[in-house]
């Protein structure tokens, strides 16, 4: 059997789809109750974040603002601290296993939630450590998921496979906010307790995934010279180093999400009903892409939409924050959603197809870092512009600073211009060989 290729794969003949494959299937449906519930949690921990200061601490809007971009500051620095531990793990561990944990971990947070929240003795320092573990629960989980999706199809389907797993994840984007939302504004409690039981749910159908001998390095190194060896391969891949970090920097100065519970309360006067619509619309935008994909995958000039795409990301924040009317301000949340997806699309199969499999748990860390720097410090970001310019302004900003972002990505990462294909470069190997393409991706 080769090495970071499942069972399933190796006995049964050549899928045409990747939804033929089981284990992808479960895969599939786990991601999509992870996302479910802690989507959901997320968005409620903000509302109810800013609720609490501006109810029980008397804060103005400014100060509320800033405080959701602090809660973004709280989950960001479990992650930070805990990125190369959780490679790592991926890398070295049944990855199966890792994200199990990880997800039950979460639920734990969730439970907590539900019982603070049902007790009435939910306070800011309780949020804020809540949103600590979300986060360290959350750093393990992606590097696992992401690494063992490769592994449970073949190469030729990955980009479909993305295209599909994205479809769970945006599905349940829509889903989890806006369900949350309603369900909050009958029972504010019973979400949280929804969330554990669909990350209970994850955690059985990730397990359930046959076992996958994950290809492993000839010379077993320490593992922090492993932590430090996938943070070096990734610095020397000028190509991944770009699709990393212009999502990086591009959604942490165009992000607009931290700023909803805001636009929900006192822009656009929507409540936390509104505020799970707002939430979902962007999900909206990002499945309708990813239903196209999948059925008919981007294959030519794939590195130039790439970079369009988030020009359109940030031109429709910057609308976004003029917007004073509900309509209005759904439908561009929509497109900067169809936007984002593209970009996510072609810069998650250009970066799983250029990285060999015993070094995808530390490169999808890196890469999970960078994303949820963009998300975390996103939201941190656009608090403090919010405590200057107000919280239309902030996302306004964010908007132009995307767009800037991504003129100087093109001149200073020009391989990201000159991406035609998602056909994956001659890899350098970092023990000094120098693997074949077949050998970059089995």
Same mark, same amino acid.
């Not at 499942?6 to 006995?11: H, L």
């Not at 971009?69 to 620095?77: K, S, V, Y």
């Not at 929509?334 to 197809?353: E, K, N, P, W, Y």
């Not at 963009?374 to 200057?388: I, R, V």
């Given at each position: 059997?080769?090495?970071?290729?499942?069972?399933?794969?190796?006995?049964?003949?050549?899928?045409?789809?990747?939804?033929?494959?089981?284990?992808?299937?479960?895969?599939?449906?786990?991601?999509?109750?992870?996302?479910?519930?802690?989507?959901?949690?997320?968005?409620?921990?903000?509302?109810?974040?800013?609720?609490?200061?501006?109810?029980?601490?008397?804060?103005?809007?400014?100060?509320?603002?800033?405080?959701? %971009? /602090? @809660?973004?500051?709280?989950?960001?620095?479990?992650? =930070?601290? !805990?990125?190369? &531990?959780?490679?790592? $793990? +991926?890398?070295?561990?049944?990855?199966?296993?890792?994200?199990?944990?990880?997800?039950?971990?979460?639920?734990?947070?969730? %439970? /907590? @939630?539900?019982?603070?929240?049902?007790?009435?003795? =939910?306070? !800011?320092?309780? &949020?804020?450590?809540? $949103? +600590?573990?979300?986060?360290?629960?959350?750093?393990?989980?992606?590097?696992?998921?992401?690494?063992?999706?490769?592994?449970?199809?073949?190469?030729?389907?990955?980009?479909?496979?993305?295209?599909?797993?994205?479809?769970?994840?945006?599905?349940?984007?829509?889903?989890?906010?806006?369900?949350?939302?309603?369900?909050?504004?009958?029972?504010?409690?019973?979400?949280?307790?929804?969330?554990?039981?669909?990350?209970?749910?994850?955690?059985?159908?990730?397990?359930?995934?046959?076992?996958?001998?994950?290809?492993?390095?000839?010379?077993?190194?320490?593992?922090?010279?492993?932590?430090?060896?996938?943070?070096?391969?990734?610095?020397?891949?000028?190509?991944?180093?770009?699709?990393?970090?212009?999502?990086?920097?591009?959604?942490?100065?165009?992000?607009?999400?931290?700023?909803?519970?805001?636009?929900?309360?006192?822009?656009?006067?929507?409540?936390?009903?509104?505020?799970?619509?707002?939430?979902?619309?962007?999900?909206?935008?990002?499945?309708?892409?990813?239903?196209?994909?999948?059925?008919?995958?981007?294959?030519?000039?794939?590195?130039?939409?790439?970079?369009?795409?988030?020009?359109?990301?940030?031109?429709?924040?910057?609308?976004?924050?003029?917007?004073?009317?509900?309509?209005?301000?759904?439908?561009?949340?929509?497109?900067?959603?169809?936007?984002?997806?593209?970009?996510?699309?072609?810069?998650?199969?250009?970066?799983?197809?250029?990285?060999?499999?015993?070094?995808?748990?530390?490169?999808?860390?890196?890469?999970?870092?960078?994303?949820?720097?963009?998300?975390?410090?996103?939201?941190?970001?656009?608090?403090?512009?919010?405590?200057?310019?107000?919280?239309?302004?902030?996302?306004?900003?964010?908007?132009?600073?995307?767009?800037?972002?991504?003129?100087?990505?093109?001149?200073?990462?020009?391989?990201?211009?000159?991406?035609?294909?998602?056909?994956?470069?001659?890899?350098?190997?970092?023990?000094?060989?120098?693997?074949?393409?077949?050998?970059?991706?089995?």
């Amino acid at each position: 059997m080769r090495l970071g290729v499942s069972e399933e794969q190796a006995t049964l003949p050549e899928p045409t789809s990747p939804l033929a494959i089981g284990d992808f299937r479960r895969y599939w449906l786990a991601r999509f109750f992870a996302v479910f519930a802690t989507m959901s949690m997320v968005v409620l921990i903000g509302y109810q974040a800013y609720d609490i200061a501006r109810t029980d601490y008397g804060y103005t809007r400014s100060e509320g603002a800033f405080l959701l %971009g /602090l @809660l973004g500051l709280a989950q960001f620095i479990p992650l =930070l601290l !805990l990125t190369p &531990v959780a490679g790592w $793990a +991926a890398d070295r561990f049944d990855r199966r296993t890792v994200a199990a944990l990880a997800n039950l971990t979460d639920c734990t947070v969730a %439970g /907590l @939630l539900a019982f603070m929240t049902w007790s009435d003795t =939910l306070t !800011l320092p309780g &949020v804020f450590t809540l $949103a +600590a573990m979300h986060g360290a629960a959350r750093v393990f989980v992606g590097p696992a998921m992401s690494a063992v999706a490769p592994n449970i199809v073949p190469p030729r389907l990955l980009p479909r496979a993305i295209a599909m797993s994205s479809i769970a994840w945006q599905v349940a984007s829509v889903i989890g906010p806006a369900a949350g939302g309603f369900v909050f504004a009958e029972s504010n409690w019973l979400p949280h307790v929804i969330s554990a039981g669909l990350l209970i749910c994850s955690a059985i159908l990730i397990r359930s995934i046959r076992p996958i001998r994950a290809e492993q390095d000839a010379t077993p190194l320490h593992p922090v010279r492993q932590m430090i060896e996938g943070a070096q391969f990734t610095w020397r891949q000028k190509f991944l180093l770009g699709c990393i970090t212009l999502d990086l920097f591009a959604v942490l100065l165009g992000g607009a999400t931290a700023m909803l519970p805001v636009f929900a309360r006192d822009i656009l006067m929507v409540g936390p009903e509104g505020l799970g619509i707002m939430r979902g619309a962007p999900a909206i935008g990002a499945s309708a892409v990813a239903l196209w994909m999948a059925w008919k995958p981007l294959e030519h000039n794939v590195g130039p939409k790439m970079l369009w795409a988030v020009v359109v990301f940030g031109a429709a924040t910057i609308v976004f924050g003029l917007s004073r009317n509900f309509a209005l301000s759904l439908a561009m949340l929509t497109l900067l959603g169809a936007a984002d997806m593209i970009s996510v699309f072609v810069r998650s199969s250009l970066v799983q197809l250029n990285t060999p499999d015993r070094m995808r748990g530390r490169v999808s860390s890196i890469s999970g870092l960078a994303i949820s720097a963009s998300n975390e410090l996103g939201e941190m970001q656009s608090g403090l512009a919010a405590a200057f310019f107000g919280a239309a302004g902030a996302v306004v900003f964010g908007g132009m600073g995307a767009i800037v972002v991504t003129a100087i990505w093109a001149v200073i990462f020009p391989q990201l211009r000159q991406a035609k294909t998602f056909e994956p470069e001659f890899l350098p190997d970092t023990t000094g060989a120098s693997p074949t393409r077949k050998e970059a991706l089995t």
